[in-house]
Every structure is written in C-alpha cells, then in structure tokens.
C-alpha cells in the first residue's frame, strides 16, 4: 500500500483554484496499525475536506462584485440561493475512493450548488449575470461580459414586501403563471423565480411606469417586475441557474 501512495497525487478541481495531495499528503491521511498496516483515517480526511469547504464555499457568504458603474461594491446575505456549497460526506467518499484507486488524477469536489467561475478573487459571479439595483430601480443584464439590455424596474414596496437584497440564482422558468399571495392573485407572462419563498423577476402588464420611487408605496410583494418586453428578453436569453445579483 505504501509503495502505492509514493507515486499518488490527486489534484483537486475547486473552480477558484486547486489544491493538490501530494504522496506524502495522502500518507498523512493514513494511520499505522501493527495488524491492518496503513488505513486511511476517515477524521483526517474529513478534517481536509472541511478545510476546504471553508476556503472555497461561497454559498450564503459575502464576495466582491464590479456593478454595472465599475465600482467594486460586496453583495452576498444568508438569504442566497447562488454559489458554491461543497457536500462534505460525498467529498469524503470520493476521495476515499481515489486513494483507493491508487492512482494520480485530477477530481471535482461532489457540490450541492454551483457558482462559475469569477472574474476577480473571491468571486463565483463570472461574467453571465443579471443585475438589480434597488436604490436605483434599475436592472442590466450581462451575457458574456457585455450588456445585453437594461430596464427600469419596480421592486418590493418598503411597507414590509421589501425586495431582498443578495446573490441568487434562477431557479426555473416557466411561461403563463399565476402568482397568489395573502390579497393577491397575479398573471404573468414570465416567471423566474429565484428563492423558494417566491421572490423572482417576471412581466407586470398591469403597470403603465417602471422606475423612479413607485416602489416606495406602490412596490410588488417583494419580487421584480419589468415590462413585458424586458422580461421576455430575459426569459429568451438567460437560462435556470443564471446568477441574478440584487444590491
């Protein structure tokens, strides 16, 4: 088994970077047992895992995003629903099976949400994003690093439906949606939801303006609509998943 080990390295693939088990790496994962030689100690694997789900999760933490001004600005609350989240019990197992292996590979980490990855340090927003401003009531979307349309919005009205601010994800799409709520049932068009609690981007056909500070007494239930035309072009061009940052 150690003769094995001595010529096994496992590069790790963490989308942001990699971190490498060189032989004598693996072998400290081992112990030594008189009757059962070398065995791979499950605490000292899970303890590394660990460790780099602390460095490399993104999930419901804060990270650096340029906004559609240049400026470098931090987003990112417990209320995500975008990032990297590393499965630790499935990283473990993976792992314990390429050691076993025996043999030098390159792997992924087993993940239970993604990110892409980012354009600057400490980043998974990559450069395929939608962005909201509150403050503004404005939205711009990116594909491929360049701005595909931008339109005025009206977000969550801040008599308690405020919008919340975070980096999410579409969650899926769907076409011709009724949204109900407490004193509410609403037709849209197009529907992106982007927290399970109904939060999302959709058309609202039922407004002659977007912008300014309607959102300020006459806001939605905490979603982000947008004219028709504007939430058709998003619908078309960005798929489920697509991170959508709101500051």
Same mark, same amino acid.
């Given at each position: 088994?150690?003769?094995?080990?001595? @010529?096994?390295?496992?590069?790790?693939?963490?989308?942001?970077?990699?971190?490498?088990?060189?032989?004598? =790496?693996?072998?400290?994962?081992?112990? @030594?047992?008189?009757?059962?030689?070398?065995?791979?100690? +499950?605490?000292?694997?899970?303890?590394?895992?660990?460790?780099?789900?602390?460095?490399?999760?993104?999930?419901?933490?804060?990270?650096?995003?340029?906004?559609?001004?240049?400026?470098?600005?931090?987003?990112?609350?417990?209320?995500?629903?975008?990032?990297?989240?590393?499965?630790?019990?499935?990283?473990?197992? /993976?792992?314990?099976?390429?050691?076993?292996?025996?043999?030098?590979?390159?792997?992924?980490?087993?993940?239970?949400?993604?990110?892409?990855?980012?354009?600057?340090?400490?980043?998974?927003?990559?450069? *395929?994003?939608? +962005?909201?401003?509150?403050? +503004?009531?404005?939205?711009?979307?990116?594909?491929?690093?360049?701005?595909? !349309? =931008?339109? =005025?919005?009206? *977000?969550?009205? !801040?008599?308690?439906?405020?919008?919340?601010?975070?980096?999410?994800?579409?969650?899926?799409?769907?076409?011709?949606?009724?949204?109900?709520?407490?004193?509410?049932?609403?037709?849209?068009? @197009?529907?992106?939801?982007?927290?399970?609690?109904?939060?999302? /981007?959709?058309?609202?056909?039922?407004?002659?303006?977007?912008?300014?500070?309607? @959102?300020?007494?006459?806001?939605?239930?905490?979603?982000?609509?947008?004219?028709?035309?504007?939430?058709? +072009?998003?619908?078309?061009?960005?798929?489920?998943?697509?991170?959508?940052?709101?500051?």
């Amino acid at each position: 088994m150690y003769q094995a080990i001595a @010529y096994q390295t496992i590069v790790i693939d963490l989308g942001s970077g990699t971190s490498t088990l060189s032989p004598d =790496d693996i072998l400290a994962l081992h112990d @030594y047992d008189d009757d059962e030689g070398l065995q791979l100690s +499950e605490e000292r694997l899970r303890e590394y895992v660990s460790a780099l789900k602390e460095e490399y999760d993104t999930y419901e933490r804060e990270r650096l995003f340029v906004n559609h001004n240049g400026e470098t600005i931090t987003v990112g609350t417990g209320a995500d629903t975008y990032g990297y989240r590393m499965d630790v019990d499935g990283t473990v197992e /993976l792992l314990a099976e390429t050691i076993a292996a025996k043999e030098s590979t390159t792997i992924n980490p087993v993940w239970t949400n993604e990110g892409t990855t980012g354009t600057i340090p400490g980043s998974d927003i990559g450069d *395929t994003y939608i +962005e909201v401003s509150i403050d +503004e009531q404005h939205l711009w979307a990116f594909y491929n690093g360049i701005l595909v !349309l =931008d339109t =005025d919005v009206v *977000t969550g009205n !801040l008599n308690g439906h405020a919008t919340p601010r975070g980096v999410f994800r579409i969650l899926y799409k769907t076409r011709n949606a009724t949204l109900v709520g407490t004193g509410y049932s609403s037709f849209v068009n @197009y529907w992106m939801p982007l927290t399970s609690d109904g939060v999302g /981007l959709h058309d609202a056909t039922w407004r002659s303006y977007f912008g300014g500070s309607i @959102y300020n007494g006459n806001g939605s239930h905490g979603c982000v609509n947008m004219p028709l035309w504007a939430a058709q +072009e998003v619908y078309e061009t960005f798929d489920s998943g697509t991170c959508v940052v709101i500051w």
